[in-house]
């Protein structure tokens, strides 16, 4: 008789559960922001509001990337609360653009949390398990998926992976967004700053996650080259001016990665002065008439971050001046983000979205492009092109 020995990999193994809280004391957490008081009853961790005192957070000593969060919570009706995902504190005061109530600048003070929330608000609201961006850009998905109930425990699910976090609530599915400002933080429990009468609760208990690596930034692989007129000049530093003349009526350009994709999430820096350029992806043949792709504008006085399907269909969405003008950074850095999964796109510039397109029916593979329209004077450069490499 022969043993055979089957080694599995611990890679493959699937993700164990792991509790965050021990339902004896508070080791592995720390309280950042505000006079709020936390203890341990039984099991659960109370929540305890103070007069005056600004939001307040129980904060894990550790940061996560990758992970699914399940937690239990019920607190007083009247008292708005949420769990943070992700989140860090501002080393130095920090004035940041938030969109909650229009658009406007923020002024907020060192050690101030912030990152994602996860909404915990009462049944009558409806909110609970949207995703607020705290002390940032406000809120990134306000649902109403009316899984929630007042004076009850209430079961969180949480799930980040890349550059997407999905929300449930008593099994309802609440949020589902795309965005990846953050890739790592520490977990926080939100006491809200509350005017009374003092004192409110929210509880939380059994409180556990799987922890599944993180995921990263990594330079877009692979080489590019040149098609078409205009021209291509490229530093030692990886930054890429592309320059083109009107006047000499060459056939547009463009700088085409040697590398095909599918799903992925991609980002870079671009500085346009003047003319008109875009990123394809999902490119089909550029010399082939017919269905190009997929397109985001980019042009300095115009469609910030808009989405078109050029060759065939045109524009799928444009976006407002008022966003333009709010948003674009005429001398400086335009951070894009393109996310395609399937036929889901969401676009963001400088930290906001531009569009989206959650089924659309276009091409679901192909290579990326930096576009040289020779229709116009242009001066743009490109830099820092990387590729998220999820878990």
Known sequence: MRLVLFVVSAALLPAQWKPLFS??????????????????????????????????????????????????????????????????????????????????????????????????ANEQ????????????????????????????????????????????VNGKACADVVDSMDL?????????AFKGPHPATVRWRNVRIQDLGTSRWKPFPGGWSATGGGKIAK??????????????????????????????????????????SGVFYRMGDPDLRGELGYEIEVDP?????????????GWLQHTSDGMFRDHFRPDDWNVLTISAHGRRHTIHVNGVKTAEATD???????????????????????KDIEILESK
């Open 301 to 313: 006085s115009r469609d910030l971050g808009g989405l078109q399907a050029p060759g065939t269909r």
């Open 360 to 382: 659309d029916p276009g091409r679901l593979n192909g290579k990326v492009a930096l576009q040289l329209n020779t229709r116009y004077d242009l001066d743009v450069t490109y």
């Open 23 to 120: 339902g004896r004391d508070l080791a592995g957490w720390h309280q950042c922001n505000g006079t709020a008081t936390y203890r341990v009853e039984g099991a659960e961790i109370v929540g305890e509001t103070a007069a005056g005192s600004p939001n307040s957070f129980l904060c894990t000593d550790r940061e996560y990337g990758d992970f699914i969060l399940e937690f239990e919570t019920k607190n007083d009706p009247v008292l708005n609360s949420g769990v943070q995902i992700r989140s860090h504190q501002y080393a130095a005061e920090t004035e940041v653009m938030t969109v909650n109530r229009g658009v406007r600048r923020v002024k907020h003070p060192a050690g101030r949390v912030h990152g994602y929330q996860v909404e915990v």
């Open 184 to 192: 790592t933080g520490f977990i926080a429990l939100q006491v809200h």
């Open 125 to 168: 609201g409806g909110a609970s398990g949207g995703i607020y961006d705290e002390a940032r850009r406000g809120w990134l998905h306000q649902t109403q998926c009316g899984g929630y109930k007042d004076n009850a425990w209430n079961t969180y699910r949480v799930e980040a992976r890349g550059d997407a976090i999905k929300t449930w």
């Open 235 to 276: 530093a030692k530093d990886g930054t890429m001016r592309l320059t083109a003349e009107a006047a000499k009526k060459e056939s547009r350009g463009f700088y085409v990665s040697k590398r095909a994709l599918d799903d992925f999430t991609i980002r870079l820096k671009y500085k346009i002065t003047h003319g008109n």
